[in-house]
């Protein structure tokens, strides 16, 4: 019956995670959270005026969609690639966009990939995933609608791919790089124009787990942390967003935001639950101490209160509390 309970809470919390993914990417589908990504990210659209991009983000004359509509959400691309066989992917976002300044006839100039990422973790490089996935959008341009057909290569789109990282490792913390294809002339000295080769740019954001918030840079990695990390009611959230970023609380954007906090307060009161009850009444294992530090060490960077905030928060018994927070230090200063 126990081993039932736990399966049964497994699952749950699985669906919690699944349900605050969904939530993040429907944010990062509104066109106006889009649009401050691109300014910042997409070198196409650095001089152009935020509140213009949206105009830019999936052209087309038959659609008449004003930011002032609650339906500025993209429509988007199929996010399921299966172009090699027995190596689908399935991208978080992809979307295409209009290049400022081009022909009024040319309705996609680049394609947009964004992925949302909790950590950078995983086991490999994400660097090297984010260049695999820009070659499998180059390959997939060949004879598709919006594309290339046969060997017209001059129309090869350029692709970008952005990776916003939530909780990066401590020496990633605040990085923020591009990776493109550049020229280097090994001997005589000739250069092509730069639009035959620029046809990728990777760009990797790695989110601080703190941020000054009542100061006045007001960044795109702030207001990213403000959406998907800040431990504040969704009604600061909102406030911060309109106020500093000047994002239109539409009720689709607004209903997103509240969503997205309580899903997020769910995991947290559930990682503390399975994460530490088992400690209450008769003390650690050593598994479940490296199970409920990690825990408390998480919780401290993503709501940015101290160890004993959140060894309270959890309700932590006072008898085992010296273990934890032993553990605790002794990670933290492994991390350094």
Same mark, same amino acid.
């Given at each position: ?18 349900? @605050?993914?969904? @939530? ?19 070198a196409e659209y650095r001089d152009i005026p935020v509140e213009e991009i949206p105009s830019y983000i999936e052209n ?29 992917? !399935?991208? &978080?976002?992809?979307? &295409?966009? !209009? ?32 260049? @695999? @996935? ?7 341009? !060949? ?54 080769? &620029? ?138």
């Open positions: 019956m126990k081993n039932n309970l736990e399966v049964a809470d497994a699952i749950e919390t699985n669906d919690l995670n699944k349900a @605050y993914d969904e @939530y993040c990417k429907k944010i990062l589908s509104n066109k106006q959270i889009l649009a401050r990504i691109m300014k910042e990210c997409v087309d004359p038959r659609l008449d969609v004003s930011v002032e509509d609650e339906t500025d959400k993209i429509q988007g691309r199929n996010i399921e690639d299966q172009s090699v066989h027995g190596a689908e992917i !399935k991208y &978080d976002i992809l979307f &295409d966009a !209009k290049l400022p300044n081009s022909d009024e006839n040319e309705r996609i100039g680049l394609f947009i990939n964004i992925e949302a990422q909790n950590s950078n973790n995983n086991g490999y490089p994400l660097t090297s995933r984010a260049v @695999y @996935y820009c070659s499998r959008l180059l390959a997939k341009q !060949k004879n598709m609608q919006g594309g290339f057909q046969n060997s017209e290569f001059q129309n090869l789109k350029k692709v970008y791919s952005i990776w916003i990282v939530m909780n990066p490792s401590k020496a990633i913390e605040g990085v923020f790089n591009e990776y493109t294809i550049n020229e280097r002339c090994l001997r005589k000295k000739y250069h092509i124009p730069k639009t035959d080769y &620029d046809k990728l740019s990777i760009v990797m954001i790695y989110l601080n787990n703190e941020y000054d918030i009542i100061d006045d840079k007001h960044d795109l990695t702030e207001m990213l942390y403000i959406l998907f990390q800040a431990n504040m009611p969704a009604q600061d959230k909102k406030y911060q967003l309109s106020e500093n970023y000047g994002i239109m609380m539409t009720r689709a954007i607004d209903e997103e935001v509240d969503d997205v906090c309580n899903l997020s307060q769910g995991i947290m009161d559930k990682g503390i639950e399975k994460g530490l009850e088992k400690g209450r009444a008769e003390g650690l294992t050593e598994g479940q101490i490296r199970m409920a530090s990690s825990i408390v060490i998480n919780l401290m960077k993503t709501t940015n209160k101290s160890m004993k905030e959140v060894l309270d928060m959890a309700d932590v018994d006072e008898a085992i509390r010296p273990e934890v927070e032993k553990a605790v230090e002794a990670m933290t200063q492994s991390d350094r």
